[in-house]
T-cell receptor, first 111, second 115 residues
Framework: RKEVEQDPGPFNVPEGATVAFNCTYSNSASQSFFWYRQDCRKEPKLLMSVYSSGNEDGRFTAQLNRASQYISLLIRDSKLSDSATYLCVPSLSGGYNKLIFGAGTRLAVHP | GAGVSQSPSNKVTEKGKDVELRCDPISGHTALYWYRQSLGQGLEFLIYFQGNSAPDKSGLPSDRFSAERTGGSVSTLTIQRTQQEDSAVYLC?????????????FGPGTRLTVL
């Protein structure tokens, strides 16, 4: 079983749509959680951290369910510029912040 | 301010040759990480540095791979006797420390092609 499982997509949605991505992780020792965004042929960039109570940053909402080892990302009012691959990233706390990257979910927002 | 830089941006080499990839982290960042990303795949962890020491090198795929960091700053990843399966984008990241919730900032990567 992969350490991080994500639906690879692509999710093709029109501008203004709401889209949700899900992710499951296998290591129950994971301590911190993140969503990274990666544009085509570019490096990953941190989109947001995910906190236990869930958190929101503008159009983006992240949720964490530790019992089910499940993380989600909701994007409201999609923009063309949201087109990218979204990487689910739990981390292990074996003394440092070891990130475990999922393969990502590709989002394509069209006019 | 300056971000993480990596050089070269692209490297084409022949099977069996050695290559060196360089990473300049953000100034003052004590933690440095190397990853690689094969086409269509997620990032694969290679090695973690805290200062000049590497407490976790568990991701290095074989003894052909080695890395060092000097002066708590620049790091070099060396691949000896390259193989075609080494072709990938090699990404370096740095963070202020290695602790949780410290954002890792990535460099643009080195695209390695082994012919």
């Amino acid at each position: 079983r992969k350490e991080v499982e994500q639906d690879p997509g692509p999710f093709n949605v029109p501008e203004g749509a709401t889209v949700a991505f899900n992710c499951t992780y296998s290591n129950s020792a994971s301590q911190s959680f993140f969503w990274y965004r990666q544009d085509c042929r570019k490096e990953p960039k941190l989109l947001m951290s995910v906190y236990s109570s869930g958190n929101e940053d503008g159009r983006f909402t992240a949720q964490l369910n530790r019992a089910s080892q499940y993380i989600s990302l909701l994007i409201r009012d999609s923009k063309l510029s949201d087109s990218a691959t979204y990487l689910c990233v739990p981390s292990l706390s074996g003394g440092y912040n070891k990130l475990i990257f999922g393969a990502g979910t590709r989002l394509a927002v069209h006019p | 301010g300056a971000g993480v830089s990596q050089s070269p941006s692209n490297k084409v080499t022949e099977k069996g040759k050695d290559v060196e990839l360089r990473c300049d982290p953000i100034s003052g960042h004590t933690a440095l990480y190397w990853y690689r990303q094969s086409l269509g795949q997620g990032l694969e962890f290679l090695i973690y540095f805290q200062g000049n020491s590497a407490p976790d090198k568990s991701g290095l795929p074989s003894d052909r791979f080695s890395a060092e960091r000097t002066g708590g700053s620049v790091s070099t990843l060396t691949i000896q006797r390259t193989q075609q399966e080494d072709s990938a984008v090699y990404l370096c990241a740095s963070s202020t420390t290695g602790t949780n919730y410290n954002e890792q900032f990535f460099g643009p990567g080195t695209r390695l092609t082994v012919l």
